[in-house]
């Protein structure tokens, strides 16, 4: 297989492909974490990884800022999304990836984000839950606090691993995290996995920690 990687990093990287899983924690809200969700499900079809995927959360973030109002409002909306995940992932975690695709497609290429005010998501919960086959009592703790310290506590682990001045997603490439990569398109095929491929090159090198420009464009959804 062709690449542009350094021979020395993809010897690392042909080793680490297969040992390493990959952790993405994400916001099902995010346009730009469905974005970068999708691009690494197809590095799932290019290469050889294992994602676990962990719910963090804008709002977890967010708490206690003084934000334009706005802002606030759709963060009052995405703590719905945010629980049920939280409990999805610590009862039925087998079930989590399905979910934020259908969740996601909802949100996303349905055209139902940027939603404002609690409970704003609740039909979008019931449906998605419907699609993979999760019962509807999933539902319950959207606009309620019981799994709050649930979602915490697994949106404190992005946080761990990455540092606080970051959003979502966060990714987990062996041992080293980034947030990101932010994308607005989503490769796919050999260009996805090669995208990857660099990636994991960069985290090869303990002393690096950031690439950055302004945004021309908005997600491609």
Same mark, same amino acid.
């Given at each position: ?22 952790? #993405? ?9 469905? &974005?970068? =969700? ?5 590095? %799932?079809?290019?290469? /050889?990884? %294992?994602?676990?995927?962990? !719910?963090? =959360?804008? =709002?977890? +973030? ?13 963060? $009052? ?5 945010? *629980?049920? #995940?939280?409990?999805?992932? &610590? $009862?039925? !975690?087998?079930?989590? /990836? ?7 497609? +909802? ?64 990714? &987990?490439?062996? %041992? ?8 607005? *398109? ?19 090198? !303990?002393? #690096?920690? %950031? ?8 997600? &491609?959804?």
């Amino acid at each position: 297989m062709q690449t542009n990687v350094p021979l020395r990093v993809q010897a690392s990287i042909n080793e680490r492909v297969i040992m390493e899983n990959v952790t #993405f924690w994400f916001d099902a809200s995010c346009p730009f974490c469905w &974005q970068t =969700s999708r691009w690494i499900k197809e590095v %799932e079809k290019a290469r /050889d990884i %294992e994602i676990d995927w962990i !719910p963090m =959360s804008l =709002s977890v +973030l967010n708490d206690g800022r003084d934000l334009p109002e706005d802002y606030m409002a759709m963060m $009052e909306a995405n703590w719905g999304p945010a *629980r049920v #995940f939280a409990k999805v992932k &610590q $009862e039925r !975690p087998e079930l989590i /990836d399905d979910l934020y695709t259908a969740m996601g497609t +909802l949100i996303h290429p349905g055209g139902q984000g940027g939603q404002k005010g609690y409970g704003a998501y609740d039909d979008v919960i019931k449906k998605a839950l419907e699609e993979v086959g999760l019962d509807e009592s999933y539902a319950s703790v959207a606009n309620e606090a019981s799994y709050d310290d649930v979602l915490r506590s697994y949106h404190q682990g992005a946080m761990d691993a990455v540092g606080d001045e970051v959003g979502t997603p966060v990714i &987990q490439l062996g %041992e080293t995290a980034f947030f990101g990569p932010v994308i607005t *398109r989503v490769p796919t095929g050999e260009e996805a996995g090669a995208l990857f491929d660099h990636a994991l090159g960069l985290a090869e090198y !303990p002393y #690096f920690f %950031e690439l950055k420009r302004s945004r021309t464009e908005a997600p &491609q959804v």
